[in-house]
């Protein structure tokens, strides 16, 4: 049986199950379907204020708060290892960048496509629960436009600070996307900031390999203290590919005091090889984003967020994963999520973490370290670079063939349903690297 239609098989054996199972809790979109999702409702009453304020009161503005453990009224239904997935929702902006033939035109639907990936998040604040060291989410896509397929792997590489590493491949388009997205969580007083470290890198196996190397806006959450609570972008954010050496550089402008507008965007898209400024961005990147061509003076729509249709991912039924993946992980703590039960998604998660906090206690008296298993770290890291810090163990090679890139992503961890574990799995990533 050739590869795809082995795969096509397992996707249909498993396709009915995810929907039963690890689909129960996912049926509502963040971009609106209309149903009520617990992601979308604000739940800090009275109450859930001075629960903050009882946390705040103990803090210093500038304080690390990742070794604070929030309320359950402010946490998603996901963990950060699926949350990073809602970059990979509107494949259709990311396959038509890499269908573009001129440079410049490609490196703007780069940019569009990342710019309007932001505003897929939850229209409450809320954040994703923090992954356990060595927890492990992988899903795919099915359906994707002109017959593509794309799979999603990531691993919690780090708890403190927290490290999320991951990989996404279409085959059939040759695009690989690897990336460590480390959020440093600070309380600043009457808000508080993930202050988004790592990189994503974006290859076109179709266009020689080019890369482009992007990192994130910091996200904010407002009005702790007093006024509304909100959620913010802000900071510089650059897109930058050396073969074609054009660069966007974006400010998510945030507001001011008084003056100045929330969620606004202003950038410009640069040749670094003339110093030419090309172009300029402006708008709001949850609303509608403008690009203006700087020799022509002539402004059109580079995105509108009203206009999008979303791929959700799909992942293998419950009952197929393995206890340390995200969802089979956090199924009862979502599950009380979902039913806005927060003494029980307290209990459950706490359950979670206490036994992490036993395992990491237990680590340290024998001597032992953690290792990833699906990500291993670069040797050559430097902080100071755009290099990532954990990159997938296995080579892919996106001059193959698409069905070798398939096989391949598939031997790394199940994916699809039906899929068998093997033992390898447990193997350190680093090992396995080694053996490749
Ligand atoms: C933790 O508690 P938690 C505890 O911290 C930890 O020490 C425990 O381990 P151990 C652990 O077991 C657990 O109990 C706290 C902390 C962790 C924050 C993140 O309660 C939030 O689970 C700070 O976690 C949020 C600030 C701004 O969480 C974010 O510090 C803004 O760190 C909005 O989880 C978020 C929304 C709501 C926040 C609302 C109110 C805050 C009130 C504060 C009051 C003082 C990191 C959070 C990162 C959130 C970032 C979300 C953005 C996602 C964008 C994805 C980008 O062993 C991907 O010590 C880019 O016992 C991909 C690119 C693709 C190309």
């Known amino acids: 049986m050739g590869l795809t239609s082995k795969f096509e098989k397992l996707k249909l054996k498993g396709d009915k199950e ?23 409702i604000d739940e800090v009453d009275n109450e859930g204020q001075s629960i ?27 963990s950060m290892l699926e949350r990073i997935t809602n970059f990979f929702q509107i494949p259709d902006l990311l396959l038509s960048a890499n269908s573009e033939k001129d440079d410049l035109q490609r490196f703007i639907k780069v940019t569009k496509w990342y ?35 794309a799979y999603y792997i990531s691993e919690q590489t780090s708890h403190h600070p927290p490290k999320s590493s991951y990989f996404y491949l279409v085959p ?30 974006v290859t076109f196996g179709d266009h020689d390999n080019e890369v482009y190397v992007m990192n994130q806006p910091n996200v904010y959450a407002r009005g702790i203290l007093f006024g509304k609570l909100r959620y913010e972008l802000g900071d510089r954010m650059i897109i930058k590919c050396e073969k074609t050496d054009y660069e966007a550089d974006i400010e998510f402008k945030t507001k001011g005091f008084i003056s100045g507008t929330y969620d606004a ?5 640069r040749s670094l090889k003339t110093k030419e400024d090309l172009y300029t961005i402006s708008g709001k990147w949850n609303e509608v984003m ?27 039924p419950l009952s197929e994963q393995l206890d340390i993946e995200s969802r089979k992980l956090w199924h009862p703590t979502i599950n009380a999520l979902a039913k806005r039960d927060h003494e029980l998604a307290t209990n459950e998660k706490f359950k979670v973490e206490n036994e992490q906090r036993a395992i990491a206690k237990k680590r340290i008296e024998d001597g032992v370290e953690f290792h990833p298993k699906l990500f291993s770290s670069n040797q050559r890291y430097s902080k100071d670079s755009t290099d990532l810090e954990y990159t997938i163990y296995k080579q892919f090679d996106l ?7 398939t096989k391949n992503v598939l031997e790394v961890i199940p994916i699809l349903p039906g899929q068998e574990h093997d033992s390898k799995f447990e193997i350190p990533a680093y090992k396995k690297k080694e053996s490749n």
């Open 52 to 78: 903050l304020m009882g946390i705040i009161s103990q803090l210093r503005p500038g304080c690390d708060l990742s070794k604070i453990t929030l309320p359950t009224f402010i946490l998603e239904k996901k």
């Open 172 to 201: 059939k388009s040759k695009i690989r996307v690897d990336g460590v997205v480390v959020p440093i969580s600070k309380f600043l007083g009457n808000s508080s900031a993930a202050l988004m470290e790592g990189w994503g890198h």
């Open 290 to 316: 403008d690009i203006k061509d700087l020799k022509t003076g002539k402004t059109d729509v580079l995105f509108d967020t009203h206009t999008i249709n979303t791929w959700r991912p799909k992942t293998r």
């Open 399 to 405: 001059s193959t063939d698409p069905d070798t890139l």
């Open 265 to 269: 965007v202003e950038g410009t898209i």
């Open 18 to 40: 995810s929907e039963s199972e690890g689909e129960t809790v996912r049926k509502n979109s963040e971009t609106g379907a209309g149903e009520d999702n617990t992601d979308d």
């Open 115 to 149: 710019l309007a990936s932001w505003h897929i998040a939850p229209k409450a604040v809320k954040k994703p629960l923090n992954p356990i060291l060595g927890e492990v989410f992988a899903c795919y896509w099915d359906e994707l436009p002109d017959d593509n397929k």
